[in-house]
Each structure stands twice: as structure tokens, then as C-alpha cells.
């Protein structure tokens, strides 16, 4: 084992994360010149550059880039060592940063059942973000994360949360003035509803079908494309709980629905967070409640609640 002491390699996690001895001094408390020091111990230990130094710009040695990679893993399990042993058995308590997908599932679906758990447990406070960035959450700071698709395979624990339907719709309107929607190719004669991704993989079976969205309308934002479909603005492709109501009123109609696929939702977090007993009972509340009120949501339509 080395002896270099904690307090260096934390030094150069402190600047590396705020990209100058300035920045890194104000949030830290320490001075600049005593940062630079521990920084310049830890590289002489090592006998390596970890920084690039100018008058003007600091940045990671290409060596100094791997070691801030393994450090912040390994002190992100060394913090969570520490909560697990201070932890009480009984009683939950601290903080639990959670990302998921926003619009209907997320912010209608996963945040109250996160507000009931808060209710029943008062020590936990969870931070919920709604962002959809695609973090790497070995080396981010969130402890849980809500992903919709198939995962790769990987060290972080997974356990699934349910499994929901792409549904292809448009209104019954619009689909009367253009010919018969028999296969994928012949959405391109339409106008389109889509969101962030401009085309879409069509599945059935062993065949794959890609249409690429050409004119048409870009919304992100599931309710709005939902509306734009009720409007008879296009086809639009939505997760089943905005428009199976639709679909029931007659309001929307589907087309292909032997091209309508299942999408698995999951819960997944980092191997030294799933250790916190706050972690392991927000996974398992979730995974409890969520079907059930995702069925409920399906059957009384909580996208048309919304606007009405």
C-alpha cells in the first residue's frame, strides 16, 4: 500500500472538478497556494504530471485524466462506506439524488410515489432531476436513475420496473384524407409527430423498419406531440399511457399495431450506493407501486385529465 495522504488526491479532485486553484479555493475554504502544494506533493509521490499549469487555462495530463476517473470512483465508495457504517438500521435518513425521464412518467407517476416515500420516511430527502441527459453513473453524483430501453450489460445493479408499449397514432381526421397506412413505408406519405430522435425504428418480429421524419412537426414534449395528434397535425409515436385513452374514445386511431413494441423501464444505481439502505428501499417502494399506478393511469387516461 502507498502512503499518500487522502487529503492530496482530494486537493486534486477539488480542482480538477472546478477547472482553476480560484474556483477550487472558494468552494473548499483553502487557499490557492495550499491546494497548489498538496497537488504538487501528490504528483511528486507518484512521479507524474497530473495538471497542465498555465497563467491562463489548467488541464488534465492525459495520465491525470485516468487518476481523477479512478479517484472519484473510489472515494464515491469510500463515501458511501462511511454512510453505510453511520447509518442507523431502523431508521432511514439522508439525501438520495435521483434522475429520471420527465413529461408524463417521470413528473406525474414517479414524483409522487417519490413524495409519498419522503411522507413516509422524514430523515430521507430526495433530490429528483428530470433532465435527460445520458449520465455515466459510476462517476456522476446521482445515487438512482429511472432509464427507459434495454441495458447494457455493466457492473451497475438493475433491477426493472415495468414494461410499457409504443403506440403509432393519428386522428381519425387526418388519416381519412390519405390513403391506407398498411406498412412503414407508408408513413412517409404523412406528416409526422416527433420528438428529440428524427427517425424511427419500427420492430416486428425479426424485421426492422427505419422512417425517417421529413417535414412534419418536432415537439419534446410528450403531451404537446399528443395534442398535435388530436389536432390532426400528424402520426405521432407515443408510450401507451398518453393515448390509450385516445384510442379507447376513438379520439386517436392506431396504425400498425403489429409494428407496436414494449419498452422496459429500470431502475439502476451504482454498486456503492445500492449499499445505503435508503437507496435499497427507494428502489423497492417504487418497484412495488409503480405497475399499479401505471395500470390506473392507462385505464382512466391521466394525459386527458390534464388539460381538461
Known amino acids: 500500500m502507498n502512503d499518500i495522504p487522502w487529503r492530496w488526491t482530494r486537493a486534486f479532485l477539488l480542482v480538477a472538478e472546478h477547472g482553476s486553484f480560484t474556483a477550487a479555493a472558494h468552494a473548499s475554504g483553502q487557499s490557492k497556494a495550499n491546494l497548489s502544494q498538496q497537488i504538487t506533493e501528490l504528483e511528486r509521490a507518484l512521479k507524474v504530471q497530473l495538471l497542465h ?19 472519484t470512483l473510489a472515494f464515491q465508495q469510500l463515501d458511501a462506506a462511511t454512510e453505510w457504517a453511520m447509518q442507523s438500521t431502523r431508521e432511514l435518513k439522508g439525501v438520495i439524488r435521483m434522475n429520471a425521464v420527465g413529461g408524463l412518467v417521470g413528473e406525474e407517476l414517479i414524483a409522487p410515489l417519490v413524495f409519498r416515500f419522503q411522507q413516509a420516511h422524514p430523515g430521507v430527502e430526495v433530490e429528483l432531476d428530470f433532465s435527460s441527459l445520458r449520465v455515466d453513473l459510476l462517476t456522476s453524483r446521482y445515487d438512482l436513475v429511472m432509464r ?27 388519416l381519412e384524407q390519405h390513403a391506407p397506412v398498411r406498412r412503414p413505408e407508408d408513413l412517409q406519405g404523412l406528416p409526422l409527430i416527433y420528438g428529440s430522435v428524427d427517425h424511427w425504428l419500427l420492430k416486428r418480429g425479426n424485421q426492422q423498419r427505419v422512417v425517417q421524419a421529413r417535414g412534419g412537426f418536432k415537439i419534446v414534449s410528450g403531451h404537446a406531440m399528443r395534442q398535435a395528434a388530436l389536432s390532426g397535425l400528424g402520426v405521432t409515436r407515443l408510450v401507451d399511457v398518453y393515448v390509450e385513452a385516445d384510442i379507447a374514445r376513438g379520439d386517436l386511431v392506431e396504425v400498425l399495431p403489429d409494428w407496436s413494441d414494449t419498452t422496459p423501464l429500470s431502475l439502476v444505481c451504482p454498486p456503492h450506493r445500492y449499499q445505503l439502505e435508503r437507496v435499497r428501499a427507494l428502489m423497492s417502494w417504487l418497484i412495488q407501486e409503480f405497475p399499479d399506478v401505471y395500470t390506473r393511469a392507462l385505464r382512466e387516461g391521466l394525459a386527458a385529465k390534464r388539460v381538461r
Not at 488534465?60 to 476517473?69: D, P
Not at 427507459?148 to 387526418?174: C, F, I, K, N, W
Open 53 to 71: 499549469r498555465t497563467t491562463r487555462r489548467l488541464r488534465l495530463t492525459s495520465v491525470g485524466e485516468g487518476y481523477f476517473e479512478r479517484a
Open 148 to 174: 427507459m430501453g434495454e441495458l447494457e450489460d455493466s457492473t451497475l445493479v438493475a433491477r426493472r420496473l415495468h414494461q410499457v408499449s409504443t403506440r403509432y397514432v393519428a386522428s381519425p381526421e387526418l
